[in-house]
């Protein structure tokens, strides 16, 4: 029997209209009455996550978050970090310094000032959207110290530049960081150390669940090593190759509700 369910969000756990269909979450209720734990794991910060969160009812004592694509596992009540993998200042200032010499925008998270950048643009904005937050307009050579607690740092922009900008990442680049896409437009720079994956086998562990009592749903490639790790990997058909070739299963869309149809196969045994 699965124990823990871990959902990506975006292209998964939502439609293309960005909600939870009322099958999606009566199944997940249904899976819950069972027992099994529901986990959204996602490169949104805490605070992006708790619309979802408070409508699937799971903002509870010992109901857990995989933030950050997995940097910060956190308890979703209180905020409380039961893991932590990020990065520092000087992280932040190598990756400014090389995304002005590619010719991307660069944003990150930082613990003490939330989402920066030098300067916004229409992907900064939607990341604030889709989130609720702020965004605070800085220079990251100057107001960030090397010591900052930053939980990533991102290259933002079309695909066609965004992907030419990744043809040139210098070696050092995927030497010293985890480096993925989480959408089109968005590459995503962590702690080494740092992928749902890793994140997904830590919150088992910490909750006496074997790995093989483990599921995650997810589409994209930040996604991967989540389907990989989980004892039953499923993919979403609107996913991408990658990560549809290595999933145990393949379910339906995210607009055909996809997530409740594996779930009501794999968990509730209809």
Not at 199 to 217: P, V
Not at 218 to 223: L, S, V
Not at 225 to 249: C, H, P, Q, R
Request: with cysteine; glycine share 6%.
């Amino acid at each position: 029997m699965y124990k823990l369910i871990a959902l990506d969000m975006d292209g998964t756990l939502l439609n293309s209209e960005k909600q939870i269909t009322d099958r999606t979450k009566k199944t997940l209720a249904q899976a819950r009455a069972k027992g099994v734990k529901i986990v959204l794991a996602s490169g949104r910060p805490l605070a992006g996550l708790q619309p979802p969160l408070k409508e699937l009812d799971l903002i509870h004592e010992n109901e857990y978050v995989l933030s950050f694509n997995g940097a910060l596992i956190v308890d979703a009540k209180t905020g409380e970090a039961v893991s932590k993998c990020i990065l520092q200042g000087t992280d932040y200032k190598d990756l400014f310094k090389l995304s002005q010499e590619l010719g991307v925008h660069c944003q990150a998270f930082s613990t003490k000032h939330g989402l920066v950048t030098n300067e916004t643009s229409q992907y900064t904005e939607y990341e604030a959207s889709i989130n609720k937050l702020d965004i605070n307009i800085i220079n990251p050579l100057t107001d960030i110290t090397d010591e900052d607690d930053i939980i990533k740092v991102m290259f933002i922009d079309p695909p066609e530049i965004l992907d030419k900008a990744i043809a040139n990442l210098p070696n050092w680049v995927k030497e010293r960081y985890n480096v993925f896409k989480s959408a089109p437009f968005f590459l995503e720079i962590t702690n080494k150390g740092v992928d749902k994956g890793v994140g997904l086998l830590q919150l088992a562990d910490y909750l006496n669940i074997k790995q093989s009592e483990t599921m995650a749903c997810g589409d994209q490639g930040n996604d991967y090593t989540m389907i990989k790790a989980a004892g039953l990997g499923v993919a979403m058909e609107n996913g991408i190759d990658k990560v549809k070739a290595i999933a145990d299963y393949v379910t339906d869309t995210n607009d055909n509700d996809g997530v409740a149809k594996a779930i009501e196969k794999f968990v509730l045994n209809k």
